[in-house]
């Protein structure tokens, strides 16, 4: 009852399975008859169908305003793969080569490498190793260059079977374990064991076994979990090469035959052949030799049905050595099959790796020298490729890092800057602006309680204290609303030619009353006339901050000298005090453009907000000139700048 049970159970897979490729071979046939509208409906059901029997990886929805020609190389490229899975290599290629065609011509570059990933493992498949390089090659460089991780891992996992394929698992195994990385990091179970099988493939060739065993397991595990049989099937015939090369020939039939089990189960073909292939080897070692020529026999059988070079090769070259004492006659035979398809599988690759150089392979062994030569030739060009492509990147890399760098520290600067100035402007709200207006008031008050007991030079002296404050506060003001601008970018700079002596004169008298009271004498040294450019409310705005602050900063019965020399292209104007001077770190704070918390007090207690030579830096630096400060602690102070002359 349970043998009748399997029996019904692999049927009914097998008629699924045969229904299946019927339904869609019957669906494409029908897109490609139709020129209706329904014309993307059969193809939109087309790939839901392959997509549920897991040919493509992606489920996609073509539109109905999709270009016939775009439309088509998409249901080609989806085929193709659809045919690689049936075994039907070469209409594989056929399909994939029609529709990368059609994506390059509209330079739909990630379409066309898709199909170069097909075309890279049909052309293996069929053992044109040439064609196989090329387009795996094509592929893996597009996918670089994108540096999309899904596309790169597929290629890579490409390259290593086509490596491994082509005798070099040195080279293949580079390729896997980067494959394996990104497999790891994105977290994708099922790609992750296709990796890991290849993988156990690579270290079988290398002699490797017991890595080979273990990764091979490690896909098993991971395909059981996902409950995908196939693979599972295909992770076993792996373990079982592994077994076999390490030669536990045992443990390796019993995985095989368990492997052949499954795989005859899903009527997979390519899987099949591998694994009679493999199971016919086995058979021979343990010298069931009847039962080993059978299982090749099928291999044979099966690889010459689906075109498969490589698998057929290796069925001729276990016939051969089988035979070789009992049946030399057949032996011979097989030989010369093999060598055939060698000789034929190699020349086809060294015509398009070498530009057409012709050359008469005599032996086998001959044919095996020129392989390594060109795949040696194509491993060299490859590194440099790569090399060159890290260089840049690590080149592009410290570039970034650099300017990333740069721009933070900009960024920080502005910041502090910032913050200082919200700091200032805080302080001079809250003190440097209330301090006038609080005198300004106590002044009144005091004038008003006790007006009718003042008597003159009494009532004199607060008045000259409510001047002084509204002096003050009148300079703050200016100053406040210059920095605003200036803060705000209103501060718009408009240069006319204009008469600097007549400016610094006008600016001079503005101070005469401040003067006198402190008995300062304000001197002046120049011409009648002197034009200049520049911005004359600019430079008035200077020319007052620089006077204010040498009254300021002047001992009583001393001097301020104004002057306005001509030089050959500029003129010099310099406000010059013998009064209390800076010291060098108030000279450096100056020159750094540092927001300080406050400005010292004048020689008769005299306040202000700090902003005067802050706004003369900028207004200086608008018109093109810049402040010069010369000054001694306790010696006085000389403040310049120069302008652009016009005619003296």
């Known amino acids: 009852m349970k043998t009748i049970f399997c029996v019904i159970l692999l049927l009914f897979f097998y008629i699924d399975r045969v ?36 040919h493509i990886d992606t489920l996609m929805q073509l539109s109905g305003k999709m270009e016939r020609s775009v439309a088509d190389a998409y249901m080609m490229e989806a085929m193709s793969e659809y045919y690689y899975d049936c075994g039907e290599f070469a209409q594989s290629i056929s399909a994939a080569t029609k529709a990368a065609h059609i994506f390059e011509q509209r330079q739909m570059n990630e379409d066309a490498a898709t199909c170069y990933s097909v075309l890279c493992i049909a052309y293996h498949r069929i053992g044109n190793m040439g064609e196989a390089l090329n387009y795996g090659r094509k592929n893996y460089e597009y996918d670089l260059q994108t540096g999309d991780d899904d596309r790169l891992s597929s290629s890579l996992n490409n390259l290593a079977t086509l490596y491994l394929g082509n005798r070099q698992p040195e080279m293949a195994e580079k390729y896997i374990l980067r494959a394996i990385e990104i497999e790891q990091q994105l977290d994708r179970p099922r790609k992750l064991a296709t990796r890991f099988g290849i993988a156990s493939e690579i270290y079988t060739a290398l002699g490797q076994y017991e890595k080979a065993v273990e990764m091979g397991e490690k896909a098993y595990r991971l395909d059981i979990e996902g409950e995908r049989e196939l693979q599972a099937a295909k992770r076993l015939s792996q373990i079982a090469a592994a077994y076999e090369g390490w030669n536990k020939i045992d443990q390796a039939e019993t995985y095989i035959r368990k492997a052949i089990g499954l795989l005859q189960k899903h009527n997979e073909q390519v ?69 055939d398809l060698q000789r034929k599988i190699f020349r086809e690759e060294s015509e398009r790796q070498m530009n057409n150089f012709s050359v008469q392979y005599e032996t086998a062994e001959k044919e095996l020298h020129i392989q390594k030569q060109q795949s040696e030739i194509e491993r060299t060009k490859l590194h440099r490729m790569l090399f060159a492509l890290s260089t840049v990147f690590a080149l592009l890399l410290c570039g970034m890092l650099y300017l990333l760098l740069r721009q933070r520290r900009k960024r920080n600067r502005q910041l502090a800057e910032a913050n200082a100035t919200k700091d200032k402007l805080f302080s001079i709200i809250s003190h440097d602006l209330k301090a006038p207006v609080i005198a300004q008031k106590t002044t009144l008050d005091t004038l008003i309680a006790n007006y009718d007991a003042y008597e003159t030079d009494n009532l004199l002296d607060y008045l000259e204290r409510f001047r002084m404050a509204s002096e003050s506060q009148m300079g703050l003001l200016q100053n406040l609303l210059s920095w605003a601008q200036v803060q705000t970018g209103r501060a718009k700079y408009a240069p006319i030619p204009f008469d600097i002596t007549r400016t610094i004169a006008e600016t001079a008298d503005l101070y005469g009353i401040s003067s006198e009271n402190k008995h300062i004498r304000i001197t002046t040294e120049m011409p009648e006339r002197c034009y200049v450019m520049g911005d004359r409310e600019m430079i008035a705005t200077v020319l007052r901050n620089l006077i204010n602050n040498a009254v300021k900063f002047s001992h009583p019965d001393s001097e301020i000298h104004l002057s306005a020399v001509d030089r050959p292209a500029s003129v010099r104007i310099s406000v010059k005090d013998s009064g209390t001077g800076l010291t060098e770190t108030q000279v450096e704070a100056i020159r750094g453009g540092v927001v300080s918390g406050g400005s010292s007090a004048g020689t008769q207690g005299e306040r202000g907000s700090g902003l005067g030579l802050i706004i003369c830096k900028d207004f200086l630096r608008r018109n093109g000139s810049s402040l010069v400060i010369e000054s001694r602690n306790g010696e006085g102070t000389c403040m310049s700048f120069e302008l652009n002359k016009v005619n003296c």
Do not use: C
């Open 19 to 54: 229904w299946g490729m019927n339904h869609i071979d019957s669906l494409y046939a029908e897109y490609n008859r139709t020129t209706s509208s329904a014309r993307i409906a059969i193809a939109n059901r087309l790939y839901e169908e392959l997509y549920r029997r897991e």
């Open 271 to 339: 899987s099949l052949t591998i694994s009679y292939n493999l199971l016919g080897r086995v058979l021979r070692q343990k010298r069931a030799f009847h039962e080993a020529q059978t299982s090749l026999l099928k291999a044979a059988a099966m690889a010459e049905q689906t075109q498969n070079s490589i698998q057929l090769l290796k069925a001729y070259d276990e016939l051969a050595e089988l035979l070789e004492s009992d049946l030399p006659r057949e032996a011979l035979n097989y030989k010369k099959k093999s060598y």
